[in-house]
């Protein structure tokens, strides 16, 4: 009750019904509505089934929605970013101890400002890749899959390790929640995704550090659009997060106790475009450096994604941000996702493609 009265104070409010009025397009002073989705973690059916009302509205209409009541306690987020910020305050050569180079074709690890490219260009951002923390003996990392494997964690900040996993674990069970809702909001059975595509979802999670900066240095993110399901987002009370809608950019700042979601091009090829995938993007113009904690809940790497029954492709992805038709898209997920990878660290890239392709 705490953080509904919280959230009417600043303004926001929920879709509570399937068939709302025609509202006037999105505009500067408009902000994403604001689900409790923790009917979903509860399985309270006749609750359950107005939250995915409310998270199918969010996604025709925008494919952004703020997810309160998830499963990520106050005390997990906190010590990830006690934890974090004692990383990022390492010397450089102390961080690069786990450089990305170092993560083989699990692609984990760290990368200094500018070591990652969106939309082309190098983002005013460093960071550290994580995923899903996978021995050898896991039959994905037995069989070279590429983005599975082991973790790369300094010894400098022992407690990040314990911090990240928990975060993750926490995020996995909120995730596959809202995914229940966003089944039941295109009605399918709440299990669809985990029964199809989720069994063994592709887990990604990242820590990303802004360094303090102005508006005119250029952009923390450039434009661009998630490649998979779901995107969990916790940040920092920093803010500096933007959503493209059809009456221009809005600001997506940060509500304590809740997670930014946003939905990726996998479901908005599922839905044959009905569930967007919409663009958006970071300025960090505050002067203060920024700490912001994306989690991306994806099919399961070998998983084929073809449009949900009564759901046909259109024959294009409208006028996206980068010109491509995803919908146009053959193969599995990891294709698709190796692709886009690909192009953000192209020396990462080359460099495991020369290994696949030497001798061993």
């Known amino acids: 009750m705490k953080f509904r009265a919280a959230a009417r104070g600043l303004g926001f409010r929920c879709r509570l019904e399937p068939a709302a009025p025609m509202r006037e397009p999105y505009g500067m002073n408009q902000r994403l509505p604001v689900i409790d989705v923790s009917?979903?973690?509860?399985?309270?059916?006749?609750?359950?089934?107005v939250v995915a009302r409310e998270i199918g509205a969010a996604c025709r209409d925008l494919g952004f929605f703020y997810a309160a009541g998830h499963a990520i306690a106050p005390g997990t987020?906190?010590?990830?970013?006690?934890a974090s910020h004692r990383f990022f305050a390492l010397p450089e050569s102390e961080k690069l101890k786990i450089a990305m180079r170092h993560g083989g074709r699990a692609w984990r690890g760290f990368f200094p400002v500018g070591g990652e490219l969106t939309s082309g260009k190098p983002d005013i951002k460093e960071g550290v890749y994580f995923g899903e923390e996978l021995g050898p003996d896991d039959p994905r990392v037995a069989a070279g899959m590429p983005m599975h494997g082991a973790n790369l964690f300094p010894a400098l900040v022992p407690e990040l390790r314990d911090a990240v996993l928990a975060f993750m674990r926490e995020a996995e069970q909120s995730a596959q929640a809202i995914l229940e809702g966003v089944a039941l909001s295109l009605g399918l059975e709440a299990a669809y995704f985990r029964q199809t595509y989720t069994s063994q979802p592709t887990q990604l999670f990242r820590i990303f550090h802004y360094p303090a900066s102005t508006a005119s240095e250029g952009w923390g993110v450039g434009e661009h659009t998630d490649y998979g399901l779901l995107t969990l987002l916790a940040q920092d009370a920093i803010g500096g997060l933007q959503v493209k809608?059809?009456?221009?950019?809005?600001?997506?700042?940060?509500?304590?106790?809740?997670?930014?979601?946003?939905?990726?091009?996998?479901?908005d090829r599922l839905t044959g475009g009905v569930y967007r995938s919409t663009p958006h993007r970071v300025l960090n113009a505050s002067g203060r450096s920024r700490l912001s904690f994306p989690y991306f809940f994806d099919p399961g790497f070998e998983a084929r994604i073809t449009p949900l029954p009564g759901h046909a492709a259109p024959e294009t992805s409208g006028a996206r941000?980068?010109?491509?038709?995803l919908h146009a898209f053959e193969g599995t997920y990891g294709d698709y996702l190796l692709g886009k990878v690909g192009k953000v660290f192209p020396g990462l890239a080359g460099s495991i493609s020369a290994a696949e392709q030497t001798p061993g």
Do not use: F
Request: no cysteine.
């Open 321 to 325: 941000w980068d010109a491509a038709n």
């Open 77 to 82: 987020l906190g010590d990830l970013t006690r």
């Open 245 to 267: 809608t059809p009456g221009g950019w809005i600001d997506a700042p940060p509500i304590p106790g809740a997670l930014v979601v946003n939905i990726g091009d996998m479901l």
């Open 39 to 49: 009917p979903l973690l509860r399985s309270e059916a006749r609750a359950s089934a």
